[in-house]
Structure formats: structure tokens, C-alpha cells
């Protein structure tokens, strides 16, 4: 199970920093991370990292974004800085364990302009 927490409502060029934990261990050894969906659009991969610390970002989000991942705690996180209106949407955190990938619940992100 994976549940997110951290988003809420922020005026564009703010920060929020979100948290998926997960409960066990079975991602420790895997890739986890977020994507997000905005409305009427299809859902797209925000970032990943690997159990070793290898990032991966969307274009759109590089040098805004950070994400990091505590192993022992089974956490991943996401800084967000900068934010922008159309960083607007839901954001689901992810792992993959088995070939599958597993989804958290999300959490809404909404950024005023």
C-alpha cells in the first residue's frame, strides 16, 4: 500500500513537498516515484528514482523539482519549488515490484496563479 500526503492549494512560484510511505518492504529494492494527471489530460510521469538514487524528471519539471527516497523508512518524496499553474493535478506515487506497478490513492495539487 502506498499513501501520499503533503499536497494542498499555493500561490504560483511556491513550494510544497510531498510524501508517499509505503507500507512493507516489497519496493524497497525497486524504482518508485510520482506521475500526475491533470484534468482531460492523460497521466504523465513526474519523476522516479531507483533504490540505488538514480533520478529521473520530466522535462517540464527538472531543475524545480527533487525527488529522494529514505530506503529504510520505505519514502519517497517530491520537492516542489517554483510551482507553476499547470503543475495543477492530481499526483500519484507509484513502485513497481514483480513486472507490476502499484499506485497510491493521490493528492491533489493545486497551484494559483
Known amino acids: 500500500q502506498l499513501v501520499e500526503s503533503g499536497g494542498g492549494l499555493v500561490q504560483a512560484g511556491g513550494s510544497l513537498r510531498l510524501s508517499c510511505a509505503a507500507s512493507?518492504?516489497?519496493?524497497?529494492?525497486?524504482?518508485m516515484g510520482w506521475y500526475r494527471q491533470a484534468p482531460g489530460k492523460q497521466r504523465e510521469l513526474v519523476a522516479d528514482i531507483t533504490s540505488s538514487g538514480s533520478t529521473n524528471y520530466a522535462d517540464s519539471v527538472k531543475g524545480r523539482f527533487i525527488i529522494s527516497r529514505d530506503v529504510a523508512k520505505n519514502t519517497v518524496y517530491l520537492q516542489m519549488n517554483s510551482l507553476k499553474p499547470e503543475d495543477t493535478a492530481v499526483y500519484y506515487c507509484?513502485?513497481?515490484?514483480?513486472?507490476?506497478?502499484?499506485w497510491g490513492q493521490g493528492t491533489q495539487v493545486t497551484v494559483s496563479s
Open positions: 512493507g518492504s516489497i519496493f524497497r529494492l525497486n524504482p
Open positions: 507509484h513502485g513497481w515490484y514483480g513486472g507490476s506497478i502499484y
